[in-house]
């Protein structure tokens, strides 16, 4: 009797064993998945960050082109210098544009698709790209806009009529101060999409509120 009670008690044990290690070996081969995923996903944002800073970097060297440019100077120094009711000509407005055109095209595939030249208080002087000869309103309050105005190099992220940018900054100096600066916009489209890929071999897409 005490021979059988053993083996019962010595045979449950064994059964306890055998559920425990069941239970447990699960766990431990999602714990070492979760550390092996959660390893690659820190290995992607690392490089991530690094070819979008890259990105980033690249667009804002771009402006440099329109912020030294001679005519955009020019026309934003006789826009400071205004009287309240005063505004560009037509042929100056025109010629204003297409320098900005023209440095544009010679961009290549760093070319804006949609860009501003501002003033100090922000407002559009000129713009080339979607409804390009609209000008007069304000961009001040975007802090990409009231950055580069004082005199700061910035990125950042817009959706303007539903489309989604990348924008870069640079303030436009004459004479040792600053008169203005360049807002420079970048669709985000496939060309992103495979950037972002290509990164980290995951496939990626880009949108705007479906």
């Not at 290690?21 to 820190?42: E, K, R, W, Y």
């Not at 005519?71 to 505004?87: N, P, T, Y």
């Amino acid at each position: 009797m005490f021979v059988s009670k053993f083996w019962n008690f010595l045979l449950a044990i064994v059964i306890a064993l055998l559920v425990v290690i069941i239970l447990l070996v699960p766990v431990s081969v999602n714990q070492a998945n979760i550390g092996s995923t959660g390893s690659v996903l820190q290995k992607d944002r690392i490089q991530l960050e690094a070819v979008l800073k890259m990105e980033a970097r690249s667009r804002i060297d771009a402006t440099i082109a329109f912020a030294v440019d001679p005519v955009i100077r020019k026309h934003l120094a006789m826009v400071g210098a205004f009287k309240e009711g005063e505004k560009l000509t037509g042929e100056e407005q025109d010629a204003l544009l297409a320098s900005m055109r023209k440095i544009n095209e010679d961009l290549g595939v760093l070319s804006a698709d949609i860009l501003f030249v501002v003033d100090l208080k922000g407002t559009v002087v000129a713009q080339i790209g979607e409804n390009e000869r609209t000008s007069g309103y304000s961009l001040a309050g975007f802090p990409l806009v009231d950055h580069a105005i004082r005199g700061y190099l910035m990125d950042d992220s817009w959706v303007r009529d539903g489309k989604p940018y990348r924008m870069a900054a640079r303030p436009v100096i004459h004479q040792g101060a600053y008169i203005g600066a360049v807002i420079h916009g970048k669709r985000m489209d496939e060309s992103l999409a495979k950037l972002l890929s290509a990164a980290t071999g995951a496939q990626a897409a880009i949108f705007v509120d479906g």
